[in-house]
């Protein structure tokens, strides 16, 4: 939990104390606990000369092992561990989804960002889908740039889906229309958020016509991005809702509103 140079200071005293050689030794034991603990000290103590050997401990059948071990590279050397360890995410979905998450947000996104973006581009549409999970810890302009190859290269709805879902709104995305009119629901869900991220009051039309969208999920997803435009007060929302024709869009706006406790 220490950092800085009161981690400096602690690392200092372990050193005189002999307990980097003690880890070392203790790493190489075949005691769960006993190992499991000299690994993490070897991470806190930013052991860089049993790289290795830490890293060779991240292909261990025993998932904790593996995972601490990836943990502990992360604490020797961020931006080395990140090039080695991404390429394995896909391979190990036995790690813990939160552990990752905190190993990349420790090691931070601009780390993280590069070797991410070109271990996605790689993957097969399955471990892509999988790998976009944590693009959210990488830079925005990276993880629009992984959205917009994605949505030009790939046609599995599920890589779409989730590209859709890791854009960040901050910039435009190329055919998006296509994609609030796909045919698979998730997608259109997807495209859907993605507008309301964006958050441009020119858009109100597009999302109240998905207000009317045959699946409930898509028509949330409409109602909460026009409730959640700037521009849009209560009358102006009361005004979409008063020329719907369509009972399900009517309703989903006024959940929506209800939500928000629109006033």
């Not at 597009?206 to 997803?221: G, I, M, N, T």
Request: proline fraction near 3%.
């Amino acid at each position: 939990m220490i950092e800085g140079a009161a981690a400096d200071r602690l690392i200092a005293l372990a050193d005189r104390l002999g307990l980097r050689d003690f880890a070392r030794k203790q790493a190489q034991q075949t005691h769960l606990g006993t190992r499991l603990t000299a690994l993490q000290a070897l991470g806190h103590l930013h052991d860089a000369e049993t790289f290795g050997e830490i890293l060779a401990a991240t292909d261990d059948d025993n998932t904790l092992v593996a995972i601490t071990a990836a943990e502990a590279l992360a604490e020797v050397d961020p931006a080395r561990a990140v090039a080695v360890l991404i390429p394995k995410l896909a391979e190990r979905r036995d790690w813990p989804r939160t552990h990752v998450f905190h190993m990349l947000e420790k090691a931070g996104s601009a780390v993280v960002s590069e070797p991410l973006y070109r271990c996605i581009r790689a993957a097969s549409d399955e471990d892509a889908v999988y790998l976009l999970q944590f693009a959210e810890i990488a830079e925005f302009d990276v993880r629009d740039a992984i959205a917009a190859e994605l949505l030009r290269s790939r046609d599995d709805p599920e890589v779409l889906a989730a590209a859709l879902k890791v854009a960040s709104g901050h910039g435009g995305v190329t055919g998006l229309d296509e994609f609030l009119d796909h045919t698979v629901w998730y997608v259109r869900m997807q495209a859907t958020a993605l507008l309301g991220r964006i958050g441009r009051t020119e858009d109100t039309g597009r999302l109240e016509k998905r207000l009317s969208d045959a699946e409930w999920w898509v028509r949330y997803r409409a109602a909460k991005a026009l409730v959640g435009l700037p521009m849009l007060t209560r009358p102006a929302l009361e005004q979409i809702r008063s020329r719907l024709r369509d009972p399900y869009a009517y309703d989903v706006l006024g959940q929506a509103m209800a939500e928000a406790a629109i006033r």
